[in-house]
């Protein structure tokens, strides 16, 4: 009974302890390097990013694909829907990657555009996010379409979260905060699931 009661408290550690794994704050300087380095972006310092400027939708794509990619980011299916009318509003170099945002889900446009030359909104950043870490969520039936990812995202230990105005433009270093926080969050509690993982199989394993 011992012996199971503690099994038990392993589980309940491994499944709901790792909600409340705390991420600290980090700093743009940190964000900014550490996204250069994986290539997310070419900027190495963080003047030369322009933290405090929006950010047009088709350069988003480029971050949320290739973030995608860092994180071994698998959709359940391919979506093949990915036809859009206004691509020559697009930067060129950046069609490729609005082609995969939308593929793999991340990135769904309107009535068969994807507004590429429109500055990204916080809310629109916060729906991309969540479903790369969640899914696709119930966009027709709240009171605004974006209210599931925002009660997802309160999930998740990010400091970048909340956001001001869910209409308002998002700034450039919002973004990339936003997915270094999710993505140093996800390697904190792959390595505490690692580690509760063997406190549970040495329980199992007492005599």
Known sequence: MKKNFKNLIALWWIFFGLSVIPVQAVSL???VERWEEKGLTRFST??????????????STKFLVQYAHLIGYRPAEINSDCSFSDLSLAWQDLIPYI????????MKG??????PDEKLTNEQIVAMVMRIAIGFMDE?????????YYDAIKMF??????????E?????????TLLYEMFQG?????????KKLQELLDLLNED
């Not at 963080?46 to 350069?59: I, N, S």
């Not at 309107?110 to 507004?115: D, E, I, L, N, Q």
Request: with cysteine; net charge negative; hydrophobic share 30%.
């Open 29 to 31: 300087k940190e964000v």
């Open 46 to 59: 963080v003047a030369d990013f322009m933290p405090y400027q929006g950010l047009r939708r088709d350069e």
């Open 99 to 106: 082609q995969e945002a939308c593929e793999l889900g991340i």
């Open 110 to 115: 309107s009535r068969g555009k994807v507004m």
């Open 140 to 148: 027709e039936n709240s009171a605004r379409w974006s209210d599931e």
């Open 157 to 166: 230990d990010v400091n970048t979260y909340p956001f001001t105005s869910r």
């Open 168 to 176: 308002a433009e998002t700034q450039r270093g919002n973004v990339l």
């Open 186 to 194: 996800k390697l904190v509690q792959n390595t505490e699931l690692d």
